[in-house]
């Protein structure tokens, strides 16, 4: 016998989100089915442009802050008196519209578009949310789109500076490079000093949610639906100058250079070595390497290269930084290279809350979709804020693991899945 209507858990509006998610991945879309939207390039503003226009087509507020993050919002009302409820707390779903360069259009899309469509679902079945821990208090519902959570600029930009966790240090020497930072701010009308105003009171929040493609093969692999994060990896960033000579490419003898390639390439190669044999739950990168003066003829006199290392624990992330650095110095010492290191940031691993996992995990039983502990390989806005409030997220599969890349893809089933997990968690957190 069919189950009766009031007791089939709500879902999203799976049209109504597609609609939303397509013209969204058509803005600064790429031929190959990627996005290009690094932080507030003219691809970021106008998917940001796009955003606030949705948020108020779908009659919902519009919000923003001096990190330029973008938010709709729907407000608790007092039960029965219809009155707001000034003291109530924000509930906070989301994740982040910027790409990586020649990204894909999954990463950080899905989780605004899951988070936008469940506010209007909230709304248009007029439901209150109330505190599971006060529940005379109704709780406000927030759909946010982070700034730079790719860290084109600096990253998880927008929820450091909502958390209150951003210093004018972090704006000084970002990984994204200080110049750039100051021209892409100015290009949103932002800046230092509204950055650092963006903090939010530190009881203000009742929690975060955020939906987000797991980037990886587990879940393809085991053939399950849902990832239940419990943990995101921390991740530390430098800048690495091997400085050399620059000299004649042909009329220098080969054991006459001071050849900056060929430390950096030596520390690429052993890098990896020695996080492979001694850092087998780390990984590194080196994302960019950068000589000058840069032409066929000329024995490179400096390489710059883009460091990032991670790992899920912070005791091992000092024993990585101090073998890494010493590894640089080492390889520099062998092809006769001065050594400049430059420290870039770091955000710290950070455990996810266990109310929000068991939250998710009764919303998959509800929605009868199978679903598996997961630690993340990625970071996310969600370390940000885990110091300020309960922070929860959900992964959907990702075909072949693809991601940062336009062959970035998750079959809209597990996107509508995820939403649905995404509503359910909310209505059993402050429903
Ligand atoms: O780089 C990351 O882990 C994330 O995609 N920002
Ligand atoms: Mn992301
Ligand atoms: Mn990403």
Not at 169 to 183: H, I, T, Y
Request: charged content about 25%; some cysteine; proline content about 4%.
């Amino acid at each position: 016998m069919a189950e009766s209507f009031s007791t089939l858990p709500l879902r999203v509006n799976p049209d109504r989100m597609l609609d939303s998610f397509t013209q969204l991945a058509f803005i600064a879309a790429t031929a190959d089915g990627g996005v290009n939207r690094p932080t507030f390039s003219d691809g970021h503003l106008a998917a940001r442009k796009w955003f606030k226009e949705e948020i108020e087509k779908s009659g919902l507020e519009f919000r923003t802050d001096g990190a330029g993050n973008h938010s709709a919002f729907l407000p608790a009302s007092v039960i029965g008196s219809g009155q707001q409820a000034p003291l109530a707390k924000t509930l906070l779903l989301g994740s982040h519209l910027d790409s990586v360069p020649n990204g894909g259009r999954f990463d950080g899309a899905l989780g605004v578009m899951a988070a936008l469509e469940v506010l209007k679902t909230v709304k248009e079945n007029r439901i209150n949310l109330k505190s599971r821990t006060e529940p005379s208090r109704s709780v406000n519902l927030e759909a946010i789109d982070f700034t730079d959570e790719e860290g084109t600029l600096v990253g998880l930009l927008g929820s450091a500076a909502l958390a209150g966790h951003l210093s004018q240090k972090d704006l000084a020497s970002p990984r994204g490079g200080r110049d750039q930072l100051v021209e892409g701010m100015a290009r949103a009308g932002l800046s230092d000093a509204s950055m650092l105003s963006a903090a939010r009171p530190k009881d203000s929040l009742a929690g975060y949610l955020e939906l987000h493609i797991e980037q990886g093969k587990r879940l393809e692999r085991a053939g399950i639906d849902i990832g239940i994060v419990s943990a995101i990896v921390g991740i530390w960033s430098y800048r690495l100058s091997f400085i050399g000579r620059a000299d004649h490419a042909g009329s220098t003898t080969m054991d006459d250079r001071l050849d900056a390639s060929l430390g950096a390439s030596a520390f690429t190669l052993a890098a990896r070595e020695m996080v492979m044999m001694g850092f087998p739950d780390c990984v590194v990168n080196v994302g960019k390497m950068d000589f000058a003066p840069g032409a066929f003829n000329i024995v490179p006199a400096r390489a710059d290269l883009a460091l990032e290392f991670r790992s899920p624990d912070e005791d091992e992330f000092n024993r990585l930084d101090a073998a890494l650095l010493e590894l640089a110095r080492k390889e520099a010492g062998r092809f006769g290279l001065e050594m400049r290191i430059e420290f870039l940031g770091k955000h710290s691993p950070s455990m996810m809350n266990e109310t929000m996992q068991t939250a998710f995990a009764t919303a998959c039983d509800d929605l009868g979709l199978t679903h598996v502990s997961l630690s993340s390989g990625a970071g996310h806005d969600g370390q940000s804020l885990a110091d300020l409030c309960p922070v929860g997220m959900i992964f959907v599969p990702s075909v072949d693991g693809a991601s940062h890349s336009p062959r970035e893809f998750t079959k809209w089933d597990d996107c509508v899945n995820g939403a649905n997990v995404l509503l359910q968690a909310v209505l059993r957190l402050a429903g």
